[in-house]
């Protein structure tokens, strides 16, 4: 009994470093999308073209990270969309966001049928756990190194929003729009830039689904990740480092059905699927408020009016 | 949200004097106002259209081929259309449960979810009492309990939203992950059908306790139950102090709240029938053409009647043509799979599409002349 809760902690710790990439991936770019003050709710569509498009590639090419490259502009090419729509007046973002969810998910449906079957290269993971002869803690820690990419996207963004002009320029933009444009800034073109840069994150995120784990592509690949990477920067506060955290602990939450059955527990797997999706709402409502919007909200977002 | 127009122009038009000439003017330019609700979204539909034939092209597919199959598959003979109406039905009620959230400001996109559940809480209830009671019992229970469950399911998102201002778009949709999840946890559990080796289902709920169809057609139930309930919840929205206090709440919240309006009871009470109306979508979709709950009842329905709505401008009645014309589309999806081999995600494609261009085009009410001339009372 002993020995499976500590089977169960560390395939948690390596479910967590593997689960969590994609959701810190997504939830680092729709941090910088909302902190320019709107919100793309479409990078769930954006997280499964990205893995497609990933996957396709990496086939074709036989080089993994082409695919990365290749998702992260599909996913640019997404969040470029959310964005010029959403800059045209009386377009709302919430419901351009649902709109791109489903036509991202449908494109990727669409051009990934044929790529079901086949098995493209993955990306390598870096094995970090040689010093054990633990097989659940070598497996565990075998990290691909897109996990320390995006915590490096995350530690260079929160960097620069804190101290370099662009990161002001977004922060302004995001949190009054009548004085980013009296200080002669485009808010259209910031914001359209920082949904296109979000959307190329959330596309990089999609490849680590397909490329590396769960490491293949299907229809069900991901089921309301980017969804509820969305919902953890609200939790995360608009931090990128926070997302970071947030992300872990949500994979983490997500490895728990994994990581039981893996000791034999199955009953209640689907229980257990649903965990992460039950931890985001309780998290969302832990954070809201019904009388002040949430701390550190960015002013422009048409969540905090 | 920027399209809760129609309830404004209604405002508009509610708050002017009774004299004859003044309505029959009124009527004039209420009909010029109106016709841009009807042009632009049609406008965005042609666009669309137009898109979609292009990107067919790109892929070395015709689109008259395509509007072929879709006529034959939809509309052109009797079994198509019999089979467009039958798949309209849970269109028409997710897209209801999308539309009355959205007349109180809320976007709403939980109606998969309910569907799911309230399938599921029919079967489930249904199941136990096969052979031991009778139908005309167990029917309205069936109701009941899909209808309930929904309503309960997207009711917590209403409530979230006012109690604890958790932003209800997200919320609805992660509930949906949450209900499709509870409902594989106990048809792959507890509730699983051992004599069913193929697919995860509860046990059949017995040709008794099946709704049937309308005589001398093979159209279920759910068809006119929807027509009806759109009809009905119309005149709610439209005709009642409930409907106009969620117009009013939707409009302004601040006003509402200063105005005394019960806010908490309408943001809820919304959210109920929407889930209530989804539940029923769920229930249609077992009794009358699954016979069990098992996965396949997740089959998208909730998510084409979130564009249904948003295309019917959230507008009860006009949401039954819309649905029929995408229930077409959806019966359509397997004769152009087959004939034209292309992959059941075309369809989605083509909703996709369809949605983008439409939410583009909110951007163009209100440039056009044409509709407002001779219009003193201007929109603002």
């Given at each position: 009994m002993?020995a499976?809760?500590?089977?169960?902690?560390?395939?948690?710790?390596?479910?967590?470093?593997?689960?969590?990439?994609?959701?810190?991936?997504?939830?680092?770019?729709?941090?910088?999308?909302?902190?320019?003050?709107?919100?793309?709710?479409?990078?769930?569509?954006?997280?499964?073209?990205?893995a497609?498009?990933?996957?396709?590639?990496?086939?074709?090419?036989?080089?993994?990270?082409?695919?990365?490259?290749?998702?992260?502009i599909?996913?640019?090419?997404?969040?470029?969309?959310?964005g010029?729509?959403?800059?045209?007046?009386?377009?709302n973002?919430?419901?351009?966001?649902?709109?791109?969810?489903?036509?991202?998910t449908?494109?990727?449906?669409?051009?990934?049928?044929p790529?079901i079957?086949?098995?493209?290269?993955?990306?390598?993971s870096?094995?970090?756990?040689?010093?054990?002869?633990?097989?659940?803690?070598?497996?565990?820690?075998?990290?691909?190194?897109?996990?320390?990419?995006?915590?490096?996207?995350?530690?260079?963004?929160?960097?620069?929003?804190?101290n370099?002009?662009?990161?002001l320029?977004?922060?302004?933009?995001?949190?009054?729009?009548?004085?980013?444009?009296?200080?002669?800034?485009?808010?259209?073109?910031?914001?359209?830039?920082?949904?296109?840069?979000?959307?190329?994150?959330?596309?990089?995120?999609?490849?680590?689904?397909?490329?590396?784990?769960?490491?293949?592509?299907?229809?069900?690949?991901?089921?309301?990740?980017g969804?509820?990477?969305?919902?953890?920067?609200?939790?995360?506060?608009w931090?990128p480092?926070?997302?970071?955290?947030?992300?872990?602990?949500?994979?983490?939450?997500?490895?728990?059905?994994?990581?039981?059955?893996?000791?034999?527990?199955?009953?209640?797997?689907?229980?257990?699927?649903?965990?992460?999706?039950?931890?985001?709402?309780?998290?969302?409502?832990?954070?809201?408020?019904?009388t002040?919007?949430a701390?550190?909200?960015?002013?422009?977002?048409?969540m905090?009016? | 949200?920027?399209?809760?127009?129609?309830?404004?122009?209604?405002?508009?038009?509610?708050?002017?004097?009774p004299?004859?000439?003044?309505?029959?003017?009124?009527?004039?330019?209420?009909?010029?106002?109106?016709?841009?609700?009807?042009?632009?979204?049609?406008?965005?539909?042609?666009?669309?259209?137009?898109?979609?034939?292009?990107?067919?092209?790109?892929?070395?597919?015709?689109?008259?081929?395509?509007?072929?199959?879709?006529?034959?598959?939809?509309?052109?003979?009797?079994?198509?259309?019999?089979?467009?109406?039958?798949?309209?039905?849970?269109?028409?009620?997710?897209?209801?449960?999308?539309?009355?959230?959205?007349?109180?400001?809320?976007?709403?996109?939980?109606?998969?979810?309910?569907?799911?559940?309230?399938g599921f809480?029919?079967?489930?209830?249904?199941?136990p009492m096969?052979?031991?009671?009778?139908?005309?019992?167990?029917?309205?229970?069936?109701?009941?309990?899909?209808?309930?469950?929904?309503a309960?399911?997207?009711?917590?998102?209403?409530?979230?939203?006012?109690?604890?201002?958790?932003?209800?778009?997200?919320?609805?949709?992660?509930?949906?992950?949450?209900?499709?999840?509870?409902?594989?946890?106990?048809?792959?559990?507890?509730?699983?059908d051992?004599?069913?080796?193929?697919k995860?289902?509860?046990?059949?709920?017995?040709?008794?306790?099946m709704?049937?169809?309308?005589?001398?057609?093979?159209?279920?139930?759910?068809?006119?139950?929807?027509?009806?309930?759109?009809?009905?919840?119309?005149i709610?929205?439209?005709?009642?102090?409930?409907?106009?206090?969620?117009?009013?709440?939707?409009?302004?919240?601040?006003?509402?709240l200063?105005?005394?309006?019960?806010?908490?009871?309408?943001?809820?009470?919304?959210?109920?029938?929407?889930?209530?109306c989804?539940?029923?979508?769920?229930y249609?979709?077992?009794?009358?053409?699954?016979?069990?709950?098992?996965?396949?009842?997740?089959?998208?329905?909730?998510?084409?009647?979130?564009?249904?709505?948003?295309?019917?401008r959230?507008?009860p009645?006009?949401i039954?043509?819309?649905?029929?014309?995408?229930?077409?589309?959806?019966?359509?999806?397997?004769?152009?799979?087959?004939?034209?081999?292309?992959?059941d995600?075309?369809?989605?494609?083509?909703?996709?599409?369809?949605?983008v261009?439409?939410?583009?085009?909110?951007?163009?009410?209100?440039?056009?002349?044409?509709?407002?001339?001779?219009?003193?009372?201007?929109r603002?």
């Amino acid at each position: 009994m002993n020995a499976g809760v500590v089977t169960v902690l560390i395939a948690m710790l390596g479910g967590a470093i593997r689960v969590s990439t994609p959701f810190m991936f997504v939830a680092v770019g729709e941090c910088l999308t909302e902190k320019s003050g709107r919100v793309n709710l479409g990078l769930e569509g954006t997280l499964v073209l990205g893995a497609m498009v990933a996957y396709a590639i990496s086939y074709h090419t036989g080089s993994p990270w082409a695919g990365v490259l290749a998702a992260g502009i599909a996913g640019s090419a997404l969040g470029a969309m959310h964005g010029s729509i959403c800059s045209l007046p009386r377009v709302n973002d919430v419901a351009v966001g649902i709109a791109m969810m489903l036509f991202g998910t449908g494109v990727a449906f669409f051009f990934g049928k044929p790529y079901i079957q086949p098995t493209a290269p993955r990306l390598t993971s870096i094995p970090f756990g040689g010093f054990s002869d633990d097989l659940n803690l070598r497996s565990a820690l075998d990290i691909n190194p897109l996990f320390f990419v995006g915590i490096a996207v995350a530690v260079i963004m929160a960097w620069a929003f804190a101290n370099t002009r662009w990161g002001l320029i977004v922060r302004t933009v995001g949190d009054s729009a009548p004085a980013a444009r009296a200080m002669g800034i485009s808010v259209d073109l910031v914001r359209f830039l920082s949904t296109t840069v979000g959307g190329f994150l959330a596309g990089v995120g999609g490849a680590f689904l397909s490329l590396s784990y769960p490491g293949s592509w299907n229809q069900g690949l991901s089921s309301g990740q980017g969804l509820m990477a969305v919902a953890l920067v609200i939790f995360a506060r608009w931090s990128p480092l926070r997302c970071v955290l947030a992300a872990l602990l949500f994979g983490a939450a997500g490895a728990l059905g994994p990581a039981l059955q893996s000791v034999g527990v199955t009953q209640g797997y689907y229980f257990f699927n649903a965990a992460p999706y039950i931890l985001t709402l309780a998290l969302m409502i832990a954070s809201s408020s019904a009388t002040r919007s949430a701390r550190d909200m960015p002013g422009e977002l048409s969540m905090a009016k | 949200m920027s399209s809760g127009a129609p309830a404004a122009s209604g405002l508009a038009a509610a708050g002017t004097p009774p004299s004859a000439p003044s309505a029959r003017y009124d009527l004039g330019v209420r009909l010029r106002a109106n016709s841009e609700y009807v042009a632009i979204p049609v406008f965005a539909l042609l666009m669309a259209a137009a898109l979609f034939a292009v990107f067919l092209l790109a892929i070395g597919k015709s689109p008259i081929e395509f509007v072929n199959y879709v006529w034959r598959g939809g509309f052109g003979t009797a079994f198509s259309l019999q089979n467009t109406l039958q798949r309209s039905s849970p269109l028409i009620l997710t897209a209801l449960a999308v539309a009355i959230p959205a007349r109180i400001g809320l976007i709403m996109i939980g109606g998969e979810g309910a569907l799911v559940l309230g399938g599921f809480a029919a079967a489930a209830i249904a199941v136990p009492m096969v052979g031991v009671v009778p139908p005309i019992v167990t029917i309205p229970v069936m109701v009941a309990a899909a209808v309930l469950v929904g309503a309960m399911w997207v009711g917590i998102a209403g409530y979230l939203r006012y109690a604890r201002g958790v932003n209800e778009t997200i919320s609805s949709l992660l509930l949906t992950y949450i209900g499709i999840a509870i409902m594989n946890f106990f048809v792959e559990g507890v509730m699983r059908d051992a004599s069913n080796p193929n697919k995860p289902s509860t046990k059949p709920i017995g040709d008794a306790y099946m709704v049937g169809y309308i005589p001398g057609t093979e159209v279920h139930w759910g068809f006119p139950v929807g027509v009806l309930l759109s009809v009905a919840l119309y005149i709610l929205m439209t005709r009642t102090t409930f409907g106009f206090a969620a117009r009013v709440t939707g409009g302004n919240f601040r006003a509402a709240l200063a105005q005394g309006l019960p806010v908490g009871r309408l943001i809820v009470g919304c959210a109920m029938i929407a889930g209530g109306c989804a539940g029923l979508a769920g229930y249609f979709e077992v009794a009358a053409i699954q016979g069990r709950a098992n996965a396949s009842l997740a089959a998208g329905y909730g998510f084409t009647g979130i564009l249904v709505s948003f295309l019917a401008r959230h507008n009860p009645v006009v949401i039954i043509p819309v649905a029929i014309m995408f229930g077409g589309l959806v019966a359509s999806g397997g004769l152009i799979q087959r004939r034209m081999g292309m992959p059941d995600a075309t369809v989605l494609v083509l909703q996709g599409l369809i949605f983008v261009v439409l939410l583009t085009s909110e951007t163009l009410y209100g440039r056009f002349a044409i509709f407002r001339a001779g219009d003193a009372k201007e929109r603002t």
